[in-house]
Protein backbone atom coordinates (compact mmCIF):
# COMPACT_ATOMS: atom_id res chain seq x y z
CA UNK A 1 0.00 0.00 0.00
CA UNK A 2 1.27 3.85 -0.47
CA UNK A 3 1.70 5.88 2.12
CA UNK A 4 -0.17 8.85 2.29
CA UNK A 5 0.85 11.90 3.97
CA UNK A 6 -1.41 14.96 5.87
CA UNK A 7 0.84 18.00 5.58
CA UNK A 8 4.89 17.57 6.34
CA UNK A 9 5.84 18.08 9.78
CA UNK A 10 9.35 19.05 9.96
CA UNK A 11 11.09 16.54 12.01
CA UNK A 12 13.82 18.02 14.47
CA UNK A 13 15.44 14.35 14.70
CA UNK A 14 18.93 14.32 12.89
CA UNK A 15 17.51 11.85 10.52
CA UNK A 16 14.61 12.56 8.84
CA UNK A 17 12.01 10.07 8.21
CA UNK A 18 8.60 8.08 9.81
CA UNK A 19 10.21 6.21 13.39
CA UNK A 20 8.42 3.43 11.48
CA UNK A 21 10.31 3.56 8.19
CA UNK A 22 12.08 0.16 7.24
CA UNK A 23 14.57 2.37 5.27
CA UNK A 24 16.19 5.92 6.34
CA UNK A 25 17.42 8.41 3.76
CA UNK A 26 20.36 10.64 3.72
CA UNK A 27 20.17 13.91 1.11
CA UNK A 28 23.07 16.12 0.00
CA UNK A 29 22.99 19.19 -1.50
CA UNK A 30 24.51 19.32 -4.96
CA UNK A 31 23.93 22.61 -6.64
CA UNK A 32 24.92 24.92 -5.12
CA UNK A 33 27.21 22.72 -3.38
CA UNK A 34 26.65 22.45 0.32
CA UNK A 35 27.04 20.28 3.24
CA UNK A 36 25.07 21.93 5.52
CA UNK A 37 22.33 23.10 3.16
CA UNK A 38 22.41 26.76 3.05
CA UNK A 39 23.10 29.10 0.42
CA UNK A 40 23.48 32.85 0.37
CA UNK A 41 23.71 35.94 -1.56
CA UNK A 42 23.34 39.44 -1.07
CA UNK A 43 19.45 39.13 -1.22
CA UNK A 44 18.78 35.98 0.44
CA UNK A 45 19.77 32.96 3.07
CA UNK A 46 18.46 29.45 1.95
CA UNK A 47 18.45 26.92 4.82
CA UNK A 48 16.87 23.16 3.30
CA UNK A 49 15.97 20.23 5.07
CA UNK A 50 15.22 17.09 2.38
CA UNK A 51 12.93 14.40 4.21
CA UNK A 52 11.13 11.18 2.46
CA UNK A 53 7.77 13.10 2.92
CA UNK A 54 8.87 16.89 1.46
CA UNK A 55 11.67 19.27 1.32
CA UNK A 56 11.56 21.74 3.90
CA UNK A 57 13.15 25.65 3.95
CA UNK A 58 13.43 28.17 5.60
CA UNK A 59 14.26 31.61 3.55
CA UNK A 60 15.66 34.60 5.24
CA UNK A 61 15.17 37.91 3.76
CA UNK A 62 19.26 40.04 3.74
CA UNK A 63 17.51 43.38 3.25
CA UNK A 64 15.72 46.08 4.48
CA UNK A 65 12.75 45.86 1.34
CA UNK A 66 10.40 43.24 1.06
CA UNK A 67 10.35 40.04 -1.47
CA UNK A 68 7.98 37.66 -3.25
CA UNK A 69 8.41 33.76 -3.65
CA UNK A 70 5.83 33.39 -7.16
CA UNK A 71 4.76 30.31 -6.67
CA UNK A 72 3.06 29.72 -10.18
CA UNK A 73 6.50 30.19 -11.72
CA UNK A 74 8.58 27.97 -9.16
CA UNK A 75 8.49 24.51 -10.26
CA UNK A 76 9.68 21.25 -9.20
CA UNK A 77 11.43 18.27 -10.30
CA UNK A 78 11.09 15.03 -8.43
CA UNK A 79 13.15 11.94 -8.56
CA UNK A 80 12.10 10.44 -11.61
CA UNK A 81 12.52 13.72 -13.65
CA UNK A 82 8.85 14.70 -13.60
CA UNK A 83 8.82 18.39 -13.62
CA UNK A 84 5.75 20.15 -13.04
CA UNK A 85 4.31 22.72 -10.45
CA UNK A 86 5.34 22.58 -6.99
CA UNK A 87 2.51 22.48 -4.08
CA UNK A 88 3.69 24.25 -0.57
CA UNK A 89 1.95 24.27 2.82
CA UNK A 90 -1.01 26.23 1.50
CA UNK A 91 -1.90 24.62 -1.20
CA UNK A 92 -4.81 22.00 -1.26
CA UNK A 93 -6.52 19.79 -3.45
CA UNK A 94 -9.51 21.66 -4.56
CA UNK A 95 -7.24 24.61 -5.25
CA UNK A 96 -4.62 22.84 -7.36
CA UNK A 97 -5.86 24.31 -10.66
CA UNK A 98 -6.00 28.13 -9.63
CA UNK A 99 -3.11 30.34 -9.63
CA UNK A 100 -1.11 30.67 -6.19
CA UNK A 101 -0.85 33.99 -4.10
CA UNK A 102 2.59 34.70 -3.76
CA UNK A 103 3.85 34.95 -0.43
CA UNK A 104 5.58 38.22 1.22
CA UNK A 105 8.94 37.95 2.67
CA UNK A 106 9.17 41.51 4.61
CA UNK A 107 12.32 43.17 4.99
CA UNK A 108 14.77 41.06 7.24
CA UNK A 109 12.29 38.50 8.15
CA UNK A 110 12.02 34.93 7.62
CA UNK A 111 9.80 32.39 5.89
CA UNK A 112 9.40 28.92 6.72
CA UNK A 113 7.66 26.61 4.31
CA UNK A 114 8.01 23.08 2.44
CA UNK A 115 7.34 22.33 -1.19
CA UNK A 116 6.54 18.66 -3.01
CA UNK A 117 5.54 18.32 -6.44
CA UNK A 118 1.68 20.00 -7.11
CA UNK A 119 0.84 16.46 -9.04
CA UNK A 120 1.09 14.69 -5.85
CA UNK A 121 -1.19 16.34 -3.89
CA UNK A 122 -4.02 13.58 -3.26
CA UNK A 123 -8.18 14.12 -3.05
CA UNK A 124 -9.23 14.15 1.07
CA UNK A 125 -12.65 13.24 0.30
CA UNK A 126 -13.77 16.62 1.76
CA UNK A 127 -11.31 17.21 4.22
CA UNK A 128 -9.32 20.24 4.59
CA UNK A 129 -6.45 18.50 4.69
CA UNK A 130 -3.28 18.89 2.38
CA UNK A 131 -2.92 14.86 1.65
CA UNK A 132 -0.48 14.00 -0.78
CA UNK A 133 2.36 11.34 -1.66
CA UNK A 134 5.70 11.03 0.32
CA UNK A 135 8.50 12.29 -2.40
CA UNK A 136 10.26 9.06 -1.39
CA UNK A 137 8.71 5.65 0.16
CA UNK A 138 10.29 4.02 2.67
CA UNK A 139 9.31 0.31 2.47
CA UNK A 140 11.20 -2.21 0.48
CA UNK A 141 10.74 0.11 -2.63
CA UNK A 142 13.47 2.59 -1.03
CA UNK A 143 16.80 0.97 -2.37
CA UNK A 144 15.93 1.58 -6.07
CA UNK A 145 16.29 5.88 -5.03
CA UNK A 146 19.65 5.45 -3.81
CA UNK A 147 21.73 7.96 -5.43
CA UNK A 148 18.33 9.65 -7.35
CA UNK A 149 18.16 13.79 -7.88
CA UNK A 150 15.47 15.76 -7.39
CA UNK A 151 15.00 19.82 -7.59
CA UNK A 152 13.51 22.63 -7.40
CA UNK A 153 13.45 26.48 -8.75
CA UNK A 154 12.39 29.00 -6.29
CA UNK A 155 11.05 31.94 -8.14
CA UNK A 156 10.97 35.30 -5.97
CA UNK A 157 10.25 38.75 -7.24
CA UNK A 158 13.30 40.86 -5.85
CA UNK A 159 13.62 44.75 -6.29
CA UNK A 160 10.68 44.24 -9.06
CA UNK A 161 12.96 41.65 -11.40
CA UNK A 162 11.74 37.80 -10.97
CA UNK A 163 15.29 36.25 -10.02
CA UNK A 164 15.46 32.08 -10.02
CA UNK A 165 16.61 30.21 -7.35
CA UNK A 166 17.43 26.31 -8.46
CA UNK A 167 18.36 23.98 -6.02
CA UNK A 168 19.39 20.36 -6.71
CA UNK A 169 19.66 17.46 -4.00
CA UNK A 170 20.87 13.97 -4.39
CA UNK A 171 19.79 10.70 -2.08
CA UNK A 172 23.13 9.57 -0.75
CA UNK A 173 22.25 6.97 0.43
CA UNK A 174 19.22 4.43 1.63
CA UNK A 175 20.11 2.53 4.57
CA UNK A 176 18.16 -0.49 6.06
CA UNK A 177 16.87 0.71 9.41
Not at 1 to 8: K, L
Not at 17 to 43: C, I, K, M, N, T
Request: hydrophobic residues 35%.
Amino acid sequence: MTRVVAGASDSVSVIPGSPDALYLYRFRQVDPASDRFVFQDREVSFYFKPTPDALHFQVENRQNRPLWIVWDKSSFTDANGANGKLAHSTTRWVDRFKPQPDTQVPGLGRYSDYVLPLDYLLDPAGSDEQLHRPLFPEDQTAPQYADKYFSVDLVMTVEERPVTYPFRFRVASVIPR
